[in-house]
């Protein structure tokens, strides 16, 4: 079993517990918070031991009638890999530890490429992955971007990528982030980040991307539009999206045509927390201009890396011969079958 | 088993089902809707027969690859119960089928009170429903003012209350309601309609309230006061609400200020779609001003009548010897404790 | 004077009124409204004779306190030219009224092109409405994406155009309209039909355009990248947009990077309601990718049109000798100098 | 003339500049920013001199073309009354400048009310300003409670008030604040602070007040209840409201049921930035349940204390010889008529 211990209890690493600790070859034997919040009682009530930050504040959450297991430190010496899913900019700042107690550790996008020296996204590079002590598994968008342009290249050569992200303003809890009522350019310029950040991971891929922040909650949507090298069709580039582990296709017949009926469907269809861990493609938007390809994809931002962060543990760990052998483990395991 | 038939597999409709589906003593013999959708899939995929309002449409659920087991008449016959979800206004008119086929029917808060002739909250009124043939649920305001008041009173007697509901302007999965950026006074006259609607349960009730609505999605907001006749500290309320199988206390402890960290918790506790079937009274807000007691309460629109319908079909079946012998049922069937 | 009436004093048609009754040459012998509003009142201030389309509603806007100067054929046979305001899918059932009358009449974007037989921008084709009966000005998208994509066609050739329009989910006084929390696509199938649209007034320009309904309510913003045919620098295109009198930049040094922000400017700045008539296109966003040049350009929905309307009037009316000539008149009249 | 400088030129110092730019016995002599942004320029176009807290920033405004006047130190000695417009908690700290100058100083309702020892509401106490160095202008919310409960107290005797304020999340402009689509509760304990920031204007009123926070950028809507002490009749609560100078009706022929309609009225007849300086009561809304007046008023956040400062200013300089006389001086000179 490869002990994992998670760095930061919050939406990703929430998420990343559960994922682990419904794997067959994995466990959890630790989560961190740093102070007493709805999400340390659900570690309680999930049974995940509970470790904190600063043990000088244990009795603040004795007083909420929380259970903690020690500090930090003594988790990460029981682990065999560190997720850390603490806020961007943070998890940086652990590495000397990390480093210190011989740990192999996990970043999130949220920190560059440099943190690891390796970006990772399983469906496109998972051998690389393989005994790393250090990996980056990139962001929600750029792991979504990935997957589509990497599956697309792979069968009919990706001569240039041009994308738009229309990004959700906050996640649905968190209550203080805005706007309220504004398109936000984020940033003004372009490109925006994201094309640079698919090259980390496919650094042969001609991409621009542009970027905006909206006001709402649920799923990021990507406006994508790709030159390919060979004449392909509508239903072969459909045909791809079905046999991908990671893709799956929103299916005009539902009537859906938006992510708030997007996640009712999920949340129907009994996936915990609504959670959709594939690229949402929109069967109706995929089309040829020419050579052209277009489509709309919705990526669910609290979601879909946490599929990828298993995948990276099992890669480092060397505990699966290859990407599909490790996509169909961690899949099968959440009982997860693209929509 | 009581054979229940849910006519309206929408936002109610689809939860009462699954709610029916998982009780010891009944069954679901069929939904029904009027055309393909997300949710038809969804009835399939839950395995609920599929009733259609009008059978010469058969043809475009079957090219959308929905079973259709019949249309709703059929259903109808073959039900010991009606529970009709479909849109307020549309239910009145379904009324006289359930007359020619002598079935019983429930309809929900979106009928007029004289659709049934007894509006019921399984807390307040239970005994009354034993037997009826029609009963109308409440909506999700009026039972989260039922079910508190009616506790409140009991203890020490409630001389007058004054309330006003904040209002979410859509459910989550309804994108072409809004508003997008206003308050809306929903009526701008006061009374609005919920003070004589709780007063259709508990008539003796002297209550006036005032309801707008907001852009958001999860939740109303009561900001209640009541003139309470008996002394009382925050103590005895909290124990009430405690003690109560349909109030839950939101402590302090977690942090959570808001109906969206509410949902977060709610879907991070497990809660299937994140439904919240109980008042969630914010322990923290609840305290008196001399004689007046003042409390915040957030009411889960699509989730709280729920429950309350399984109730009402075993009064109206005498499947159970009173209110708490079937609230107990009802909420342990659901794996339901207030949180 | 050029006598015009406005049917439908709407969103649209109150700026029209507006902007008409401060030209030099231009009076507003009327504008309607079908029933009693905040909007009606506004029209009695303005000094605007109201016309009512059934004149057996009279009695409703007495009552309100409101001044009715008649019924709308009146009003259509004192006119010269008839700005048809009226709600999308309206305006087309009125074309016989105006032929009866022999009246000269201008229709908005939710018409079809073929309402008119010709679709109008006045920077592009200004000439060919010369002494025309009818017009139709197109959608404010569609006057965003020809304003700009003419005027870098002009100078340096334009071999292809893409571009994602993002845009608002209603007018900020509409309140039962959303989306509240969701991305919607609009259409799913790409193309959406604002390329087709520019193509109505450009008919030689090679465009594919998506588009999707944010939970907003000030304006669209359009991520735009076309294909050159000479070579160009950000420094040049800068420059046309400079010169251009439809057209403004938002500098860098305004720290301006949403649509709110840019509002909150118009509004300080003086601007009557806040309206912004000219493309607002972001300097910093403006830079190329070898030939392909990328921008973000935000269009307020409400406005842009207002001004195109203005010089339809002059151009079916032989008011001016070319469009600079119009434009520089209009604008004038507002005193709008592009930002 | 009294010389006022601005210090703070944001969302309530632009609007109080231009308010006392527009006073026959006033004139501004100065306004301050931090750094280069929008506002910046505005001030320059509008014609107020511009100090910057550190003139070592100075070369910042020049790269931005913004001219700067001096360092704010400079502009205070100038100054008779200094406005401060600091964001909340920093007001405080400009104090000794204020008083090592020996100048006047007006501070908002972000700061404590010790920090003057005086906390005004011109038609509730102009009187005991007279003469003060140090006043602070109460809060929007408090502003509005104020108007609404005293001129009532003063008619009929208020025994008693309850009122629950829904607040608006956060200024149009301001596109980092949330919450995107959530009810907070602001606090979570009851009463909020309003009840005793009224009481710090009106000692002798009893109220409790419940606040929370809604996903909405124009105004507050307060729902208001008031014990009375003799009997009343609504039409004698309209009388009052109508011959008030700050509080304005909305009346039901316009149709108008929200803050977004109310604000495209605004706009349409004219107002400044849509800006509502009055207490907006639906006429509608008012009404009795036996000696229990209830109402609905929206309070525009960014406007109603602008008045309000004017003329704190005048009575400060001694420059009316009463309420009423410098109320009609900042209305007049306005152009301002409750609507």
């Given at each position: 079993?490869?002990?994992?211990?998670?760095?930061?209890?919050?939406?990703?690493?929430?998420?990343?517990a559960?994922?682990?600790a419904a794997?067959?070859?994995?466990?959890?034997?630790?989560?961190?918070?740093?102070?007493?919040?709805?999400?340390?009682?659900?570690?309680?009530?999930?049974?995940?031991?509970?470790?904190?930050?600063?043990?000088?504040?244990?009795?603040?959450?004795?007083?909420?009638?929380?259970?903690?297991?020690?500090?930090?430190?003594?988790?990460?010496?029981?682990?065999?890999?560190?997720?850390?899913?603490?806020?961007?900019?943070?998890?940086?700042?652990?590495?000397?530890?990390?480093?210190?107690?011989g740990?192999?550790a996990?970043?999130?996008?949220?920190?560059?490429?440099?943190?690891?020296?390796?970006?990772?996204?399983?469906?496109?590079?998972?051998?690389?992955?393989?005994?790393?002590?250090?990996?980056?598994?990139?962001?929600?968008?750029?792991?979504?971007?990935?997957?589509?342009?990497?599956?697309?290249?792979e069968?009919?050569?990706?001569?240039r990528?041009?994308?738009?992200m229309?990004?959700r303003?906050?996640?649905?809890g968190?209550?203080?982030?805005?706007?309220?009522?504004?398109?936000?350019?984020?940033?003004?310029?372009?490109?925006?980040?994201?094309g640079?950040?698919?090259?980390?991971?496919?650094?042969?891929?001609?991409?621009?991307?542009?970027?905006?922040i909206?006001?709402?909650?649920?799923?990021?949507?990507h406006?994508?539009?790709?030159d390919l090298?060979?004449?392909?069709?509508k239903?072969?580039?459909?045909?791809?999206?079905?046999a991908?582990?990671?893709?799956?296709?929103?299916?005009?017949?539902?009537?859906?045509k938006?992510?708030?009926?997007?996640k009712?469907?999920?949340?129907?269809?009994?996936?915990?927390?609504?959670?959709?861990?594939?690229?949402?493609?929109f069967?109706d938007?995929?089309?040829?201009?020419?050579n052209?390809?277009?489509?709309?994809?919705?990526?669910?931002?609290?979601?879909?890396?946490?599929?990828?962060?298993?995948?990276?543990?099992?890669?480092?760990?060397?505990?699966?011969?290859?990407?599909?052998?490790?996509?169909?483990?961690t899949?099968?395991?959440?009982?997860?079958?693209?929509?």
């Amino acid at each position: 079993m490869i002990k994992v211990a998670i760095n930061g209890y919050g939406t990703i690493g929430k998420r990343v517990a559960d994922a682990v600790a419904a794997q067959p070859d994995m466990e959890v034997i630790g989560v961190s918070k740093t102070k007493p919040s709805a999400e340390a009682f659900v570690a309680n009530q999930r049974g995940y031991p509970l470790y904190i930050a600063e043990i000088n504040r244990k009795p603040l959450f004795d007083e909420a009638g929380i259970e903690v297991a020690g500090d930090v430190t003594e988790m990460i010496k029981q682990a065999d890999v560190v997720v850390d899913a603490t806020p961007g900019g943070i998890g940086v700042k652990n590495k000397k530890l990390y480093e210190l107690h011989g740990v192999k550790a996990i970043w999130q996008g949220g920190e560059d490429h440099e943190v690891a020296g390796f970006s990772f996204c399983s469906s496109c590079n998972f051998e690389e992955a393989k005994g790393r002590q250090f990996t980056r598994v990139v962001s929600c968008n750029t792991t979504g971007l990935c997957r589509i342009i990497h599956a697309v290249d792979e069968a009919f050569g990706v001569k240039r990528v041009r994308a738009t992200m229309v990004r959700r303003g906050s996640d649905p809890g968190e209550v203080k982030k805005g706007p309220v009522d504004a398109i936000v350019l984020n940033p003004v310029e372009i490109p925006s980040h994201h094309g640079p950040d698919v090259q980390s991971v496919l650094p042969e891929i001609d991409i621009t991307t542009m970027a905006m922040i909206v006001p709402t909650t649920f799923m990021h949507m990507h406006a994508i539009q790709m030159d390919l090298e060979k004449e392909a069709t509508k239903e072969e580039i459909i045909e791809i999206i079905e046999a991908h582990p990671r893709m799956g296709l929103v299916r005009g017949a539902t009537g859906i045509k938006s992510t708030a009926e997007l996640k009712e469907f999920a949340q129907d269809m009994g996936r915990q927390r609504a959670d959709l861990y594939e690229n949402c493609i929109f069967a109706d938007s995929v089309g040829f201009v020419g050579n052209e390809l277009f489509l709309f994809q919705a990526i669910h931002q609290e979601a879909d890396v946490v599929v990828e962060n298993v995948d990276a543990i099992r890669a480092m760990m060397n505990g699966a011969a290859d990407a599909a052998t490790s996509i169909q483990m961690t899949n099968e395991a959440l009982g997860f079958h693209a929509i």
